[in-house]
T-cell receptor, first 109, second 116 residues
Framework: QQPVQSPQAVILREGEDAVINCSSSKALYSVHWYRQKHGEAPVFLMILLKGGEQKGHDKISASFNEKKQQSSLYLTASQLSYSGTYFCGTPWNTGKLIFGQGTTLQVKP | DAGVIQSPRHEVTEMGQEVTLRCKPISGHNSLFWYRQTMMRGLELLIYFNNNVPIDDSGMPEDRFSAKMPNASFSTLKIQPSEPRDSAVYFC??????????????FGPGTRLLVL
C-alpha cells in the first residue's frame, strides 16, 4: 500500500524550516527519500534503514520511527534550491519501492 | 558514468499509433524499473525487471502496454495502440539489484509523451 505523506504542499520563505511526514500502514523496514525538481527526474536524497536512525544531507535531515511506521524529513533554514516535490518510498518484498503521493515544497525569496 | 539513458526525450503522436520508449540502465545494475508520472496519479510503478526477467508487472495498466528487456543494457516500453490518457512522463530507473533494503534507484531524464 502507498505510504501517506503530509502535508501535500508547503510554501516557505527562505530561511524558514519545514517538516514532511511519511507514514505507512505496513511495517517499515527502510524508508527512502527522493526530491524531484520541476521538469526533472527524481533524485535520491537518503535512505534510513533502522528505527531511531537519523541522517543528514546538507541542511536536510530525516528520522525513522520504526514502531510508529513513519519517517520525517526536516528542512532547516530552507534555500531557494530546496524547492521541488519530495517523495518517500517504502520497499516491498519483491524489491520494488512504493512511493508516496509527494509533498510539493515552494521556497520564496 | 553516463547515468540512465532514455529516448526519445519527447514524443508527440496521434491516437492509435504505436509508441516505443527506450531505456539503457547504468552499467552493472541488475534491476530496472518503468514508472509513469501524471498529476492525477503521481509516480506509478509499471513494471520491474531483475536480471532481465520481469518480476512484477502488476502496475501495467492494460494489454496495450508491454515491456521487454532483451539484455542487461536495454529495455523497451511499448504502447499499442496509444490513447490520449497515456499522455504522461515515463521514467526508467535502475538499481544495483543486490543490496536489499539499501537499494537506491537512479532515474533517467524521462520521456514526455503526448498523445493527441
Amino acid at each position: 500500500q502507498q505510504p501517506v505523506q503530509s502535508p501535500q504542499a508547503v510554501i516557505l520563505r527562505e530561511g524558514e524550516d519545514a517538516v514532511i511526514n511519511c507514514s505507512s500502514s505496513k511495517a517499515l523496514y527502510s524508508v527512502h527519500w527522493y526530491r524531484q525538481k520541476h521538469g526533472e527526474a527524481p533524485v535520491f536524497l537518503m535512505i534510513l534503514l533502522k528505527g531511531g536512525e537519523q541522517k543528514g544531507h546538507d541542511k536536510i535531515s530525516a528520522s525513522f520511527n520504526e514502531k510508529k511506521q513513519q519517517s520525517s524529513l526536516y528542512l532547516t533554514a530552507s534555500q531557494l534550491s530546496y524547492s521541488g516535490t519530495y517523495f518517500c518510498g517504502t520497499p516491498w518484498n519483491t524489491g520494488k519501492l512504493i512511493f508516496g503521493q509527494g509533498t510539493t515544497l515552494q521556497v520564496k525569496p | 558514468d553516463a547515468g540512465v539513458i532514455q529516448s526519445p526525450r519527447h514524443e508527440v503522436t496521434e491516437m492509435g499509433q504505436e509508441v516505443t520508449l527506450r531505456c539503457k540502465p547504468i552499467s552493472g545494475h541488475n534491476s530496472l524499473f518503468w514508472y509513469r508520472q501524471t498529476m492525477m496519479r503521481g509516480l506509478e510503478l509499471l513494471i520491474y525487471f531483475n536480471n532481465n526477467v520481469p518480476i512484477d508487472d502488476s502496475g501495467m495498466p492494460e494489454d496495450r502496454f508491454s515491456a521487454k528487456m532483451p539484455n542487461a543494457s536495454f529495455s523497451t516500453l511499448k504502447i499499442q495502440p496509444s490513447e490520449p490518457r497515456d499522455s504522461a512522463v515515463y521514467f526508467c530507473a535502475s538499481s544495483p539489484g543486490d543490496r536489499g533494503r539499501e537499494e537506491t534507484q537512479y532515474f533517467g531524464p524521462g520521456t514526455r509523451l503526448l498523445v493527441l
